[in-house]
C-alpha cells in the first residue's frame, strides 16, 4: 500500500512537471515601424535567425489589421500599446491642430518636458489619458518593470504610456534621451552607453548587399527603380564618377554617409541603426534585471528604421530586402542573449507593427494597379481657390488648415451668423477636382454613417467627436501625396492596415490563425497571459495563444 502511494506521488509530481507551463517573467513586444505581412511570406525560406525562430515557435494571426482610418506612427502604437483605438483619446496622428492652443502640435509635444541625457526636445503622454498595458501591469504589480525604447519618440512614448521605469529615443543627433517627465537623469550605463556609440565610426561604413545578387531579382525587384529614393546619391560619388555621371539620380547599392560630417539622423535610415537598438536592447536586459524575479517584466522595442528605409526605397526593394536579412540576423543576437539570461521558455515575444504601407506607384503599374501621386500644383490651386472663395463670399481666417484637414472656427462663424456647410461646399468643390481624390467627407458624416464596410470603421475609430477636423480628403486606392519619390502609408485601405501580430514562445506549435484580428486585440491578450486582473475597457479582445 505503501508502495502504491509513493508511486502515486512520483507520478503526480512528474506530470505536473511535464504539463505546467514555465512562468512569463518578460514581455518583449517588437513593433517594427511599416513592416508588411508579406515581408513574412515573401522572404521566410531566407531568414535563418531571430525572424525565422519567431515564425517557427508561434501564432500568426493572418488577418491582422489597425482598425483606424488614418494609419501613421502615433496612432498605430498607441492602439498596440493601449488596446483601444486613437480617435476617442484624442491620438488624431503623429501631428495635428489643437483647437485649444490655436496651434498644430507633435502627438507627444510637452513644452513642459526637458530633454534629459542630452541634446534634443522633451516628449511626454502628457496631452493623453488612457492607460497603457504597462500602466495596468504597474498597477496590479509595482514591482514589475516597464521599459520602452525606439528610434522614434513618439514610437517609445505611445508604447510606454504613463509610469514607465524608462523611456528612451534617438535624439537624431547623437544619442539616446529621455525626458523629464519620465525621470531627473539617465542610469549611468545608459550614459556610458551614449558615450561610447562613436557615430564617426559610421561615415566610412558602406552598406552592401549581404546576400547573392541573384537572390535579389527573385525575391524583390531591379535594384535601379524609378520612384526610389537617392537621397544618398552625394555619397554615390565615388561609384559614379567611373560612369561619367557625378550628381545622376543613381537609387542603388552601395550606400554610404557624407564622409564629411557624423551621421546623425542619417543613421536612423539604415541597417546600422538596429545594430545599435539590440545592443542596447541586450544591456537594458543585464542592467535592469529584466525577468529574472517573480515580477513579470515588458520591454517594447521599437524597430523605427524599417520606416525610413521603406519609405525612401518601397517594401519590394532590394534595400527592403537586405534590411529585413539583416534584421533577422539581429534578432538572433538578441534571442541568444535572452535565452543565455533569462531563458526563452520564460519569455513571450510579441511581433507586430504600427502600419503597412503602399508600394511605389511606379511599381504598381508595373503591375497593372491603379495609384500615382498627387499633383503637388494642383492640389495647392486646390487650396489656393478655397481660401479665395471663402475670403470673398465670407471673410479671412474662418478656418485652420492641416495639410489637406480643415478645422472650422465654429465659435467664429456663428458670431458671424455663417454656415459652416457652406464652406463645407467651397472645400468640397475644389479638392474633388484633383486626381486621385476619392472624396472628401465631414466629421459628422463619417460619426452617423451606417455603412459597416472596413474603410468607414476605420474612419470612425479614428474621430474624436469635439478635437478632430471637420473636413476630410480620402484620396483613392493606390495614390499617395509624397512626391517626386519615395512611397507612404496613412490611409485606411488594407494595404496599410494589414500588418502581422505574431506571438511567440519557445516550443509553442507553429500555427497560423485566419480569423479577424485586429491590434487593439495585443493589449489584453499580453495581461491576460500575465494573468493581470483589471477593469479596463478595452476595445479589443484577448486572443487564443495559450
Not at 509610469?163 to 544619442?175: A, S
Not at 515575444?349 to 503637388?376: A, K
Not at 451606417?450 to 477636423?469: F, G
Request: a negative charge; aromatic letters at 12%; hydrophobic letters at 35%.
Amino acid at each position: 500500500m505503501k508502495l502504491k502511494l509513493l508511486e502515486l506521488v512520483v507520478f503526480s509530481f512528474l506530470f505536473y512537471s511535464c504539463t505546467s507551463k514555465p512562468e512569463t517573467k518578460l514581455v518583449v513586444v517588437l513593433v517594427a515601424d511599416q513592416m508588411r505581412p508579406d515581408h513574412f511570406s515573401r522572404f521566410g525560406e531566407l531568414y535563418k535567425g531571430g525572424l525565422q525562430w519567431l515564425s517557427d515557435n508561434g501564432i500568426s494571426f493572418e488577418n491582422a489589421f489597425h482598425q483606424h482610418g488614418y494609419t501613421a506612427t502615433g496612432p498605430g502604437h498607441f492602439a498596440i500599446g493601449s488596446g483601444n483605438h486613437p480617435g476617442q483619446s484624442g491620438v488624431l496622428g503623429n501631428s495635428y491642430y489643437d483647437r485649444g492652443l490655436g496651434k498644430a502640435v507633435n502627438c507627444v509635444e510637452d513644452p513642459t518636458a526637458k530633454p534629459i541625457g542630452g541634446e534634443g526636445i522633451g516628449r511626454s503622454y502628457a496631452r493623453y489619458n488612457a492607460k497603457t498595458i504597462g500602466d495596468i501591469l504597474k498597477e496590479s504589480n509595482p514591482n514589475s518593470k516597464v521599459i520602452s525604447i525606439a528610434g522614434k519618440d513618439r514610437s517609445a512614448i505611445m508604447l510606454a504610456g504613463q509610469n514607465p521605469d524608462l523611456v528612451l529615443y534617438y535624439n537624431n543627433l547623437d544619442r539616446f534621451i529621455s525626458s523629464s517627465f519620465y525621470a531627473d537623469s539617465l542610469p549611468n550605463y545608459i550614459n556610458d552607453f551614449n558615450s561610447k556609440l562613436n557615430l564617426q565610426n559610421y561615415r566610412d561604413s558602406l552598406w552592401t548587399k549581404v546576400l547573392n545578387d541573384s537572390l535579389y531579382i527573385k525575391y524583390s525587384r531591379e535594384d535601379y527603380f524609378i520612384g526610389e529614393v537617392d537621397w544618398y546619391k552625394v555619397e554615390h560619388d565615388m561609384i559614379i564618377e567611373s560612369k561619367n555621371e557625378i550628381n545622376d539620380y543613381n537609387p542603388t547599392f552601395p550606400i554610404s554617409f557624407d564622409k564629411d560630417h557624423d551621421p546623425g539622423k542619417e543613421l536612423m535610415g539604415t541597417p546600422w541603426f538596429d545594430e545599435v537598438m539590440i545592443d542596447l536592447c541586450k544591456l537594458i536586459i543585464d542592467e535592469e534585471n529584466l525577468g529574472i524575479d517573480e515580477n513579470p517584466d515588458i520591454l517594447f522595442v521599437g524597430f523605427s528604421a524599417m520606416d525610413y528605409i521603406i519609405h525612401n526605397y518601397g517594401p519590394f526593394s532590394q534595400e527592403a530586402m537586405d534590411y529585413f536579412i539583416r534584421l533577422d540576423m539581429q534578432l538572433d543576437r538578441f534571442l541568444n542573449h535572452i535565452d543565455n539570461k533569462i531563458g526563452l521558455e520564460n519569455v513571450e515575444f510579441v511581433l507586430t507593427s504600427d502600419h503597412g504601407g503602399l508600394p511605389l506607384p511606379e511599381f504598381l503599374t508595373e503591375l497593372n494597379m491603379s495609384g500615382g501621386r498627387i499633383n503637388q500644383e494642383h492640389l495647392n490651386e486646390a487650396f489656393s481657390w478655397i481660401e479665395d472663395e471663402i475670403s470673398e463670399q465670407f471673410e479671412d481666417n474662418l478656418y485652420y488648415r492641416d495639410w489637406s484637414n480643415f478645422y472650422l472656427f465654429h465659435n467664429k462663424l456663428k458670431k458671424k451668423e455663417y454656415l459652416a456647410e457652406d464652406l463645407v461646399k467651397i472645400i468640397k468643390k475644389y479638392l474633388t477636382m484633383v486626381e486621385g481624390v476619392s472624396k472628401v467627407i465631414t466629421k459628422e458624416e463619417i460619426l452617423s454613417s451606417t455603412e459597416d464596410d472596413q474603410v468607414s470603421i476605420r474612419l470612425k475609430n479614428m474621430i474624436h467627436p469635439n478635437k478632430s477636423a471637420d473636413v476630410f480628403v480620402i484620396l483613392k486606392p493606390g495614390y499617395l501625396y509624397r512626391n517626386p519619390h519615395g512611397t507612404s502609408h496613412g490611409s485606411p485601405y488594407d494595404y496599410d492596415a494589414h500588418v502581422p501580430i505574431l506571438f511567440s514562445r519557445k516550443d509553442r506549435a507553429k500555427n497560423q490563425n485566419i480569423s479577424h484580428t485586429e491590434t487593439v486585440d495585443i493589449a489584453p491578450t499580453i495581461l491576460n497571459l500575465l494573468d493581470v486582473k483589471t477593469n479596463h475597457a478595452f476595445d479589443g479582445k484577448v486572443l487564443p495563444v495559450q
